[in-house]
């Protein structure tokens, strides 16, 4: 450690009064090593199970961003980990900043410190993100970021792109912008972007990120909450976390990464990512249902560098096998739908599915119907909640099958944009027959 770090005042410890409930939760020997630390300007929270393979370049970028960017702050890497047994937590703990410094021409004048903490037998995101944030409360952090040890681009600029918005502007929710390929992240482009930015009035394009910075203030308020415990937000965090961010009023900003690369999952995993961030959103529509209601247009989001950035390049994709799918639901689920959806919708989904595969189209619009009929029978609870989120995924790859027609061929990003546009159009249009249809349970006063 240089002679100016060493000359400086020692962190005070971490305050602990008033934080029982975040202290009860965390284990004595990670308290310890919290206390140890003591207060911090910069946190890194990394949630990892089973990332051998992949997290020591991601802590190596992670160090190298602070190193650069941040070389005077008192910052900490916490690893909040679901019971590895590859060693994950040691990698994590045991590189050496002097690693990275030895490769440069760069000094940092304090230590960066890294800690874990193996809060369970197997991964959850909410009690990994709990552990973070109560974390980033007890030892007063003023800008922490969250990265996943599943991506494999990360890029030491990333850290300062995302911690130097709320560091020095005050942001509470820095939510990144990635380069994606036109035909990737359709449950985003095609439900989660345009319902939110319908019915909440904000343009946040990933809702649903692996990489985010926030506040101290924003981490204080939400792990006081008692939501931790609901299902929703253990299964999915992250989208919890935006959500609450945008309901609370807290300031947020959008910023470019680029490319976006990540341990890739089946395809067949759709009705579990339907379940984290679909079904989030239902549960938190429900929850506060004013939040949204009131909600009039969009409101400015402040983005810096590209809202989008689109890859063009053809890629195979089995079109046939979606129509069928489709096709083959509507008819087998017919009880299920005909619970969830009015007759008209249901009519028009059975006349549609009749058609031969080069005339099927499902609409804009009446694919915005058929999405706000499923959140308003989920919060109402017509038949049980999962199987209405297990019935929205084969009439989510028909809507998929027209979103692949109508872009492909020789199709510009801006073309790609313009079709996503159109179908936020249709969310924000119907908002009225949503909050209609709410209210003839829900009063608002």
């Known amino acids: 450690m240089s002679t100016e770090a060493s000359t400086r005042e020692p962190p005070s410890q971490p305050r602990t009064e008033g934080n029982s409930a975040e202290a009860s939760f965390l284990t004595d020997d990670f308290l310890r090593q919290v206390m140890n630390v003591g207060e911090v300007d910069i946190l890194v929270g990394l949630p990892t199970h089973n990332n051998a393979k992949t997290v020591g370049p991601i802590v190596e970028a992670v160090r190298a ?3 650069k960017w941040f070389p005077r702050e008192r910052a900490v890497i916490i690893n909040a980990d679901g019971g590895s047994r590859d060693g994950t937590p040691d990698i ?7 690693d990275v410094r030895r490769g440069s021409k760069l000094y940092a004048l304090r230590t960066l410190h890294a800690i874990s ?11 990994a993100l709990r552990t973070i944030l109560s974390a980033a409360e007890l030892m007063r952090a003023k800008a922490c970021v969250v990265v996943s040890p599943e991506s494999t681009t990360v890029q030491p600029d990333w850290i300062q792109r995302l911690l130097r918005p709320v560091y020095n502007e005050h942001f509470d929710l820095v939510t990144p912008v990635y380069r994606r390929h036109m035909f990737e992240g359709l449950l985003m482009s095609n439900l989660l972007y345009p319902m939110m930015r319908a019915i909440y009035g904000v343009k946040v394009r990933e809702p649903y990120a692996s990489e985010f910075a926030f506040s101290g203030r924003l ?5 006081g909450r008692s939501i931790w415990s609901e299902e929703s937000v253990r299964t999915s965090a992250e989208m919890s976390f935006t959500l609450a961010a945008i309901t609370g009023g807290f300031r947020i900003h959008q910023v470019f990464l680029g490319d976006k690369s990540h341990t890739e999952h089946r395809a067949s995993d759709l009705v579990a990512a339907i379940r984290r961030t679909v079904g989030t959103l239902f549960w938190t529509m429900g929850k506060n249902p004013a939040d949204w209601m009131s909600a009039a247009g969009l409101q400015p989001l402040s983005t810096e560098g590209p809202e989008y950035e689109l890859r063009v390049d053809p890629v195979r994709v089995n079109r046939k096998r979606l129509w069928q799918l489709f096709s083959a639901a509507v008819t087998d689920l017919e009880a299920v739908l005909r619970s969830v959806l009015s007759a008209a919708t249901l009519s028009e989904l059975q006349r549609i599915a009749k058609l031969e595969e080069d005339d099927f189209r499902y609409p804009a619009d009446l694919w915005a119907q058929t999405v706000y009929e499923f959140a308003d029978s989920y919060h109402k609870s017509v038949i049980d909640r999962d199987h209405i ?29 313009n079709s996503v546009e159109a179908l936020c159009f249709e969310f924000e249009k119907l908002k009225p027959y949503l909050v209609e249809m709410w209210r003839r349970e829900v009063r608002i006063s």
């Open 117 to 127: 903490t193996k809060y369970g037998r197997t991964p959850e995101a909410g009690t």
């Open 65 to 67: 961003g602070i190193l």
């Open 219 to 223: 981490a204080g308020e939400l792990v």
């Open 389 to 417: 989120l297990q019935a929205l995924a084969p009439l989510f790859r028909g809507r998929i099958f027209t979103f692949l027609i109508e872009n492909c061929n020789g199709t510009s990003a801006e073309e790609v944009e």
């Open 92 to 98: 994590v703990t045991g590189a050496s900043i002097d």
